[in-house]
């Protein structure tokens, strides 16, 4: 499974950005995907995740302005990033988990990060 990330850029504080996460290769019929983001030196955090359901959960930090979304026709997530503030700068990662109940084996694969940076 290959991941490719967008979307990111440099936005002034209280501005909106939406970040795509297009996915190929072998993706399960159910599977979740998530982003993280991360700052050089800052552990990576879990931003939200939604499932080929579409149930979704979200860190605290970003409840009501962020917004996870996906096409499951053509394997693509998207994070919709609303009044962003300095505290949102980071590298967004984009993450796709899924198990093979027969086997007994999960897979997590990562993508290459979209860089946010928010002004103040």
């Known amino acids: 499974v290959q991941l490719q990330a967008s979307g990111g850029g440099l936005v002034e504080a209280g501005g909106s950005l939406r970040l795509s996460c297009a996915a190929s290769?072998?993706?399960?019929?159910?599977?979740?995907m998530a982003w993280y983001r991360q700052d050089p030196g800052q552990i990576r955090q879990l931003v939200a995740d939604i499932t080929t359901g579409g149930k979704t959960s979200y860190a605290e930090s970003v409840k009501g302005r962020f917004t996870i979304s996906r096409d499951n026709a053509k394997n693509t997530m998207y994070l919709q990033m609303n009044r962003l503030t300095p505290q949102d700068t980071a590298g967004y990662h984009c993450l796709v988990h899924q198990i093979d109940y027969g086997a007994g084996k999960e897979y997590e694969y990562w993508g290459d990060g979209t860089q946010v940076t928010v002004s103040s």
């Open positions: 290769g072998s993706l399960f019929d159910e599977n979740t």
